[in-house]
């Protein structure tokens, strides 16, 4: 498998909100790893495929669920007309050939999966694939970067301390109103006034949060609502069905919502 599939021919639009730019840069040059850190829906993986492209290097995202092994990382070996045979996973492709390996929501993936990154973020830079008794240097153009949500942690479910430890951390959170309305006009082609209607919707749904909302209504969701409104959609049955349907079931929330949203048109 080569890499070109993985590289990022036209820029991708990201709108810096602080110095995370320039931090991702200087960590890359010491080919420090880095956790992006965040809620949902602000930015971290726009932003990390515009480092790659940026840095001029492939991207290889793997999506980590609680079902992932180290295997999906590292590889396995398959059976082939001719006998088994060795595939690279993600990781070992990006490892070898020299690719930025984005880890997306790591927490998701069991402890004993992420421990197979441990050799990979510290001066050793090897990965082991203990199943084909083989020991993989890592590329110079190689580096790893994860996004973690820490909204979502819970005992069960939390980085270990060994692990966090290894990374440089960039926190992200929703821009200010100017920076979001700014990304909404440009990614869902409306008018800088619904735009910044959409961010007050927005800034009303995160006063909600931990009032009975896990999370407020993400720049992603406002962008959602802003393609319905240039697609046709009024305002209202917009805001409803890409912010308050999809981010509560509790019905008196689902009020509390509609109510923020109807103060704000
Ligand atoms: P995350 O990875 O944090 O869940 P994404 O990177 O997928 O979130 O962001 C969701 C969407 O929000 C992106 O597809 C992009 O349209 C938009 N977005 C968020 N922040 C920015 C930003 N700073 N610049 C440009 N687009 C952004």
Known sequence: MNLDAYRIADEPYYRPVGNEIELFAAAYSDRLPVMLKGPT?????????????????ALITVACHEDMTA??????????????????????????????????????????????????????????????????????????????????????????????QRFVAIEFSYPDAATEAAIVVREAGVDEKTASLLVAIGERSRNLRGHGLEEGASTRMLIHAGRLVAAGVDIRSATQSSIVLPITDDLEMRDALTGAVAACL
Not at 41 to 57: I, N, P, Q, S
Not at 71 to 84: H, K, M, N, Q, V
Not at 136 to 142: E, L, Q, S
């Open 41 to 57: 829906g602000c930015g971290k993986t726009r932003f990390v495929e515009h480092m790659a492209w940026k840095l001029g290097r």
């Open 71 to 164: 295997s999906d990382l590292a590889g396995r070996f398959l059976l082939a007309p001719e006998g088994t045979v060795w595939h690279d996973g993600p990781l070992t492709m990006a490892v070898r050939q020299g690719a930025i390996c984005y880890l997306d929501e790591i927490v998701e993936a069991r402890q004993d999966t992420t421990v197979v990154i441990h050799p990979l973020t510290d001066a050793r830079r090897i990965l082991p694939l203990d199943k084909k008794n083989e020991l993989v240097p890592a590329h110079p153009d190689f580096a790893l970067t994860i996004s973690y949500n820490p909204g979502y942690q819970s005992a069960v479910k939390d980085l270990k301390e060994s692990t966090k």
